[in-house]
């Protein structure tokens, strides 16, 4: 069975919205291979309708283009040639159609569709870029894993990862810092 397995940029006051005005200085070969992972271990990957069509317009122009747009290029995998050939997951109930390679639109019920699309994968789903989605797949028990890549600054002002949500404890299964003070956390739901 698969797990799906989050990923953001976030920063120490709990931002993760547009981090490309924060996140790039403290990019380096430690979070370029931290990065890697996640999408080494994918099968699959699953995101809201904003990603979706923000993405959908970029990358099947640049599909042999490395790294993820401002990332530098030099330390990133062609996550062109992933992002366009990996199956690709759209939790919405108002994208009529997708229209990028592989990809799947997912709504009615998505708390079911979701547990049927975890049954039948056997790697990681991975997501990033929606805050929103985040909170409800771990409404829903649906969230397997979160990886935060927590950067030293305080932003100040956008959409925070953990507004307006009920309780959520979370067990810290994995811990790495960074030379550029980010550290790698990495959270399942806590039993019980």
Excluded at 124 to 139: E, H, K, P, Q
């Amino acid at each position: 069975m698969g797990k799906i397995v989050s990923n953001f940029f976030i920063s120490l006051d709990g931002v993760v919205e547009a981090p490309d005005q924060w996140h790039f200085p403290y990019f380096n070969d430690e979070m370029g291979a931290a990065v890697d992972e996640g999408t080494s271990t994918a099968e699959a990957f699953l995101m809201g309708r904003v990603l979706y069509e923000e993405w959908a317009d970029y990358w099947p122009k640049h599909d042999s283009e490395p790294g993820v747009p401002g990332e530098p290029a030099e330390t990133a995998d062609d996550f062109g040639s992933f992002i366009n050939n990996v199956p690709k997951y759209v939790v919405s109930n108002t994208l009529d159609q997708a229209t990028w390679n592989n990809t799947t639109v997912v709504s009615g019920d998505v708390a079911d569709r979701l547990r049927e699309i975890k049954e039948r994968t056997d790697g990681d789903i991975a997501m990033s870029g929606s805050a929103t989605l985040v909170r409800w797949l771990l409404g829903n028990g649906l969230l397997d894993e979160l990886h935060l890549l927590v950067h030293p600054i305080a932003v100040g002002h956008g959409q925070r990862l953990f507004e307006g949500t009920p309780t959520h404890p979370l067990e810290l299964v994995k811990n790495e810092t960074f030379k550029t003070g980010v550290v790698h956390l990495t959270y399942t739901p806590a039993a019980g």
